[in-house]
């Protein structure tokens, strides 16, 4: 069996390689060709934190595997970062284990590159100002995901504290330092996003961080960072006039608070979510039809995503000779 770790991964799944990745897997799973159930989620409430079990299987893309991943808000006081992960992949034609990886990496890497996707299909091709809401590590990858697929000349961050901006800032230079110098920040979020072509949101926050009113036409956004009901980081007005493409059907009306609240009060009915990216990605569903279109990408995350990037990894250390081989017994 093989062990790869973080710099492992990110040698070994350039971003590019991963929005690539996305869109196939997401194609694959909207077409009913994938197995991957809803996460179960354990919420660990004395310690402020979730536990989530997510495994896939994608036929097509020979991948099958399991995804552990905490979600602890309170970790950043002990000196811990708040996602931690780990992702073991199974080989499909025997169901032995063929490697363990790094989950926590893997977590952003993906998650960014399905917005990177996201982005590619529904985002104006000359969009150049993009605003992120988010200082954690899934912000850094959204940056590095939609710089990768359009031109994008100006990153305008929102940050709440200058601890958070300094972690930011040390995380972006270590792994992307090409961008270091397009990103500004401001402690403004409607300024930010009212600049801006495309709009990442990455947070667990339980109420919209920015103003349906701060949107302009034509915008795109992506939001993947509230997944249960009582999180919503997108406001209202937004979700119900403008398109919007989810990750899974299934899985974001039984998740999103982003969706369910607008829904709960009234303002649209599930038929509003009825496109997914996969379908998009495939050419079964248009994607962007008008210039002034404002466009909203909704994730929760699915398996898929993970399982595909592993076997990628895997597949490459084996002919590369990266990793370190072991054995249970």
Excluded at 36 to 61: K, N, T
Excluded at 105 to 129: F, H, I, K, N, Q
Excluded at 266 to 292: I, K, M, N, Q, T
Aim: hydrophobic letters at 45%.
């Amino acid at each position: 069996m093989l062990l790869l770790t973080r710099a492992d991964l990110r040698r070994l799944v350039p971003m590019a390689d991963a929005v690539e990745l996305m869109k196939e897997a997401f194609a694959e799973l909207s077409a009913g060709r994938t197995v991957s159930p809803l996460r179960i989620v354990i919420p660990i409430e004395e310690h402020a934190g979730d536990a989530l079990f997510m495994p896939a299987h994608v036929p097509a893309m020979d991948a099958l595997g399991l995804k552990i991943v905490s979600v602890f808000k309170n970790n950043p006081s002990r000196g811990l970062p708040v996602i931690n992960a780990l992702v073991a992949a199974i080989d499909p034609e025997t169901g032995v284990p063929m490697a363990v990886m790094d989950g926590t990496y893997m977590t952003a890497l993906r998650t960014g590159a399905v917005s990177g996707a996201a982005t590619d299909l529904l985002a104006r091709p000359e969009s150049r100002v993009l605003a992120n809401i988010g200082a954690g590590a899934q912000g850094v990858t959204q940056i590095a995901a939609v710089c990768a697929v359009r031109p994008i000349e100006r990153v305008i961050q929102f940050y709440r504290t200058e601890d958070k901006r300094a972690r930011f800032a040390e995380a972006l230079a270590r792994d992307w330092p090409d961008l270091v110098d397009r990103v500004e920040y401001t402690m403004d979020a409607d300024a930010a996003v009212s600049e801006a072509d495309v709009v990442c949101a990455s947070t667990s926050a339980r109420s919209p961080v920015f103003s349906a009113s701060a949107v302009r036409p034509g915008t795109h956004v992506n939001a993947v960072g509230a997944y249960t009901h009582d999180m919503q980081e997108l406001p209202p007005d937004l979700i119900v006039n403008a398109t919007v493409v989810v990750d899974a059907i299934e899985a974001v009306l039984a998740e999103a608070g982003d969706l369910v609240k607008p829904m709960n009060d009234g303002l649209c009915g599930p038929e509003h979510f009825s496109r997914e990216l996969g379908d998009v990605a495939a050419g079964r569903a248009p994607g962007r039809v008008s210039a002034g279109e404002l466009t909203v990408f909704k994730s929760v995350g699915n398996a898929v995503q993970d399982v595909v990037v592993a076997r990628r990894a895997y597949d490459r250390a084996r002919a590369e000779g990266v990793g370190v081989d072991f054995q249970f017994d």
